[in-house]
């Protein structure tokens, strides 16, 4: 499972292979989990072996380029901004 989650630290261009090791070498038990995570940001192998559109396009949910430019992952900087302004709004 670590492995999926790691998949928004791969290059772009990796995430499609990373993920086919993955699935070829995850357990049974997995099969229900690797289906989502496929459907939803990688796409499903359809007809010819092109794979369709996923949810969330790898572009979307990937952090690779973001750590290269040493810029955030998260955006709890504005979060903790709106907290603060919201409590200092409040008082």
Not at 14 to 21: D, S
Not at 55 to 74: D, G, Y
Request: net charge negative.
């Amino acid at each position: 499972m670590k492995n999926l989650v790691a998949q928004c630290f791969v290059p772009p261009d990796k995430v499609v292979e990373e993920f086919t090791w993955i699935k070829d070498s995850a357990s049974d038990n997995l099969d229900g989990l690797i289906m989502y995570f496929e459907d939803t940001y990688v796409g499903r192998i359809m007809n010819r072996n092109r794979r369709a559109e996923p949810r969330f396009h790898i572009s979307m949910w990937n952090c690779f380029e973001r750590i290269e430019k040493e810029l955030a992952r998260t955006t709890n900087a504005v979060e903790g901004w709106h907290n603060s302004f919201h409590v200092t709004k409040l008082d």
